[in-house]
């Protein structure tokens, strides 16, 4: 019984614990939502973190991310075509290419792409940043620093995640193309018809909201999960481990609501 | 230690500078976000500051690169740039390992654009080396 | 010094931003263009007796190529499928008045919409015009036609056969003639004008001649029967029917069937009627007006057969 009632508990702490942070997640997202109407926050100073930010976060690794998506994009174009051909399925390969990898396998790849290379720094910056005081310091001083530290980092975040899935998924288009009817114009109507019809408002924005969404996720969620931090240096690496486990279930969770959406 | 409250701008060693941001970003979130100047005219002011203080050379040096003299001109650049009635020094010992402080101290205040009486915490232990 | 600083970010992050929106904006006009932002839409009406398979986004395929979809589909007042189907202006040149609408159903894949523009330089389809969608799985109608075909032409053959009463009749008009010395004989006399008499014989020449184009069609239905691929039917465009058409056509074979048994039974009185002409000057009018209908129900049915059957196209089908 007391087996029970001890499993219980602990079901009840992790629930209570689990609802906390995902409240703690909203109200940060609400706030800096509402910082986002303020007059005062679109500053030069502002504007120029949120340059730098999206400069760390997408530019920087362009030429990396740009390759990688290549590379992915290269070999599932491959498989499905073989496996097409096979089956004498041809006709579906170009749709199932564009519906594959430009609306599911590129954004969540980028996503966990941004998440491991920035999301880790992120968390980790604003851990440090809590444990060195330096968050207090500004405090003392009464600079907010939602407004230069953490906006820009989510502003940064959702623009990277969303221009960097779309070049990749630009690629992954002509690269179809060019694996279906190579380098001719022929296949062009064909190829335009299929897209105009994958591509309907719908899934466009759909597509557009679940990119910023995974943005906010791996921006968001680390910045959280650092101000979470106990003022110990040691507990940094685990803020940071937390924080990305956080953020992997965060992005796996909108990504199957996107398809259940779309799907079902 | 003391209290914090709106009168009392403090210069101590748990509040330290941003450490991603120079010396001159550092002072200058103050008049950007406090009292909404635009980018340049709150790096203008911060750079007058400093320039006060004799020290605008440091401008573009982030907290790791600097001594603990520059560190500790740019927290004390920062805390005036907060115009508050009191400035409080707590522990400058803790800050200024590498110079003989209390000089170093006099020496900032007596320069002719600063005005303003600044106090000092100290441990009492410490009071031999004050000149008064 | 902080402009200077972060000049190279400035410059990096507004190249980046400025290809990266070049690239999107490219990008979404081309999807414009795609989708048809810039160009009217073109609807198109299909006319079936069934929507079994077809559902809204089923496509319009020609040559293998998509060309627009199906948006809507509902009921008429008659109880007809009415299915509306959009592409884009570009691609209704392909649309002509001589195109036919198939449905096919693969066993893999979802249904699609067939259409066949066997003449290019046909004139080309109007917008919202409706055309009939054709089904390709003839092969259940097949044996369904030949039956009620077979079914007239027995009733047609009971009617020609040797001891037949339209032989009989002939035969009973031959010896009479013989006997007579006008040129229509008794028949002349019966009806009161050789312009009568000469009716009533061009009557029994059409049903004569009814009968063997009749059986020259059971003929070609015969061979079609035998061949059970049925896209090959398809492919020579023989097998082009909807069920629609098939309804109708049997339809008129009902009536035809019907209209050759009345005949049939007017016949079996015209001989009598020939062996006791005193009686009925009214009957043998009434023979005449009905085996003329009969003949021209029948002739109608020869046509729309025709017409329907691969040998020829009509895009002016009327709706079930």
Not at chain 1, 27 to 50: E, I, K, Q
Not at chain 1, 96 to 118: G, K, N, Q, Y
Not at chain 3, 225 to 232: F, G, I, S, V
Not at chain 3, 265 to 278: C, G, P, Y
């Amino acid at each position: 019984m007391n087996f029970l009632a001890a499993s219980i508990e602990s079901l009840g702490a992790r629930f209570v614990g689990w609802f906390g942070v995902g409240y703690g997640l909203f109200a940060f997202a609400g706030r800096a939502a509402l910082l986002l109407l303020d007059r005062s926050t679109w500053n030069r100073a502002t504007y120029d973190v949120v340059i730098k930010q999206v400069y760390f976060t997408a530019v920087q690794i362009l030429h990396v991310f740009l390759g990688y998506a290549l590379v992915i994009s290269w070999l599932l174009i491959t498989i499905i075509l073989s496996t097409a051909r096979e089956f004498g399925l041809t006709e579906f390969a170009t749709e199932m290419t564009i519906r594959v990898l430009v609306l599911e396998l590129l954004p969540f790849l980028t996503a966990l792409f941004i998440a491991l290379r920035s999301g880790s720094a992120i968390n980790t910056e604003v851990a440090l940043m809590r444990v060195n005081n330096e968050l207090d310091a500004l405090a003392h001083c009464k600079v907010p620093p939602m407004q230069f530290e953490f906006l820009p980092r989510l502003i940064g975040g959702v623009i990277s995640v969303v221009v960097l899935a779309a070049l990749a998924g630009l690629l992954a288009l002509l690269l179809a193309y060019l694996s279906i009817y190579g380098l001719t114009m022929a296949g062009f109507d064909a190829f335009t018809q299929t897209v105009a019809k994958i591509f309907d408002f719908r899934i466009v924005a759909g597509l557009v909201i679940k990119c910023a969404l995974f943005g906010l996720a791996v921006t968001l969620i680390p910045v959280v999960s650092g101000l979470e931090t106990p003022k110990k240096l040691f507990m940094v690496p685990v803020s940071v481990l937390r924080g990305m486990m956080r953020v992997f279930f965060a992005i796996v969770a909108i990504e199957v609501l996107s398809l259940a959406l779309k799907y079902i | 230690m003391v209290a914090q409250d709106d009168g009392v701008a403090r210069v101590a060693l748990e509040l330290p500078l941003r450490a991603n941001l120079t010396a001159v970003d550092n002072i200058a979130l103050i008049p950007l976000y406090q009292r909404h100047f635009d980018a340049a005219e709150s790096t203008r002011q911060a750079r007058a500051m400093l320039d006060a203080l004799g020290y605008g050379d440091i401008a573009a040096l982030r907290d790791p690169d600097m001594t603990p003299a520059q560190r500790f001109v740019t927290q004390l650049a920062r805390a005036l740039m907060l115009k508050r009635p009191r400035l409080i020094i707590d522990r400058p010992g803790a800050m200024l390992y590498d110079v003989p402080y209390p000089a170093f101290i006099a020496q900032l205040a007596a320069r002719p654009e600063i005005d303003g009486t600044w106090e000092i915490y100290d441990f009492d232990w410490n009071l031999a080396l004050y000149p008064q | 010094m902080n402009t200077v600083k972060s000049n190279p970010f400035h410059f990096k992050v507004g190249l980046f931003v400025a290809f990266s929106l070049l690239l999107l904006g490219a990008f979404l006009v081309y999807l414009l263009h795609a989708r048809g932002f810039f160009e009217d839409t073109y609807r198109l009406k299909l006319a079936a007796a069934t929507a079994d398979g077809v559902a809204p986004g089923v496509p319009l395929v020609f040559s293998g190529i998509e060309i627009g979809s199906v948006s809507a589909l509902g009921l008429n007042d008659n109880g007809g499928i009415v299915i509306n189907i959009e592409l884009l202006e570009r691609n209704a040149k392909w649309l002509k008045q001589s195109s036919t609408f198939t449905l096919d159903k693969p066993i893999v894949g979802g249904a699609k919409i067939r259409v066949d523009s066997p003449d290019l330089k046909a004139n080309p389809l109007p917008d919202n015009s409706t055309m009939l969608l054709l089904t390709s799985d003839i092969s259940k109608e097949i044996p369904v036609l030949v039956e009620r075909v077979k079914a007239i032409l027995a009733n047609v053959e009971h009617l020609t056969r040797k001891d037949g009463e339209i032989v009989a009749t002939l035969a009973n008009v031959q010896t009479v003639t013989g006997r007579m010395t006008g040129e229509y004989g008794v028949l002349e006399g019966v009806l009161g004008s050789p312009e009568k008499a000469q009716a009533l014989t061009d009557s029994l020449d059409k049903t004569r001649d009814l009968i063997t184009r009749l059986d020259g069609l059971a003929l070609k239905m015969d061979g079609m029967a035998a061949k059970t691929d049925t896209w090959l039917f398809a492919e020579d465009g023989m097998a082009a029917q909807t069920k629609a058409s098939m309804i109708q056509v049997r339809a008129m074979l009902d009536d035809a069937q019907s209209s050759l048994k009345k005949a049939d039974a007017l016949m079996a009185n015209a001989v009598e009627i020939s062996s006791d002409v005193k009686e009925g000057t009214q009957d043998i009018a009434r023979l005449r007006a009905e085996i003329d209908e009969a003949v021209r129900r029948a002739n109608a049915l020869v046509n729309e057969i025709n017409k329907k059957w691969p040998f020829a196209r009509d895009p002016e089908v009327k709706l079930p």
